[in-house]
């Protein structure tokens, strides 16, 4: 992801103990990899798209640095909080494109479509974020891998670093997630 791994996690641990400056200079840090996921969510949308991958990444500040009960661990935790946060406002920003268009029926989205990011409608958004409940409902650790891998673009090391569990693991769990999230959308 990154080069400043060690910086981040410093500044970070400066922000939860209390040292409010400290947000000023992890910005810089952190903003090319947040504007990085923003554009390849973002990319293949319909043209004219009217959220665009400045205005996701300040929309993603505002949340993350607006809310002092967040108790930040080190630079893998901040992505994957980031990438939560980066799915809830893609999927109001659908629900509200789905709203402006008064309605509209429910579709099949392809996997590769949802892996990629590829959302030609609203509905496709909001059809993956409907699966991917399903799925923390059915596993919790499976959706947080998937939720990791596909919004916040982290490695699978990464991803066993943040749930302390073996990347072996995560890849399996990967792969079972995959293959459920194919069914569902398929059907």
């Not at 060690?6 to 000023?24: K, S």
């Not at 992505?79 to 999927?91: K, N, S, Y």
């Not at 920003?93 to 392809?110: F, I, L, N, Q, T």
């Not at 399903?134 to 490695?155: N, P, Y």
């Amino acid at each position: 992801m990154d080069c400043h791994g060690g910086e981040i996690t410093r500044l970070l641990e400066e922000l939860r103990a209390g040292d409010t400056a400290a947000v000023e200079a992890l910005m810089p840090l952190v903003y090319n990899e947040l504007r990085r996921q923003a554009r390849h969510y973002l990319a293949q949308e319909r043209r004219g798209h009217s959220l665009q991958p400045t205005a996701l990444v300040h929309e993603v500040y505002l949340r993350l640095f607006g809310n002092a009960t967040i108790q930040w661990q080190n630079r893998a935790h901040f992505f994957a909080i980031a990438a939560q946060v980066m799915r809830r406002i893609l999927v109001d920003h659908a629900r509200s494109r789905r709203a402006d268009k008064r309605g509209g029926s429910w579709g099949k989205v392809s996997l590769d479509e949802a892996m990629i990011g590829s959302f030609p409608n609203p509905d496709d958004f909001l059809i993956l974020d409907e699966v991917m409940n399903r799925l923390a409902k059915l596993d919790h650790r499976q959706s947080r891998i998937v939720e990791l891998r596909f919004f916040g673009g982290l490695s699978e090391e990464e991803i066993a670093e943040i749930l302390g569990i073996s990347s072996r693991t995560v890849k399996r769990e990967w792969r079972l997630a995959r293959a459920w999230l194919y069914d569902q959308l398929m059907h």
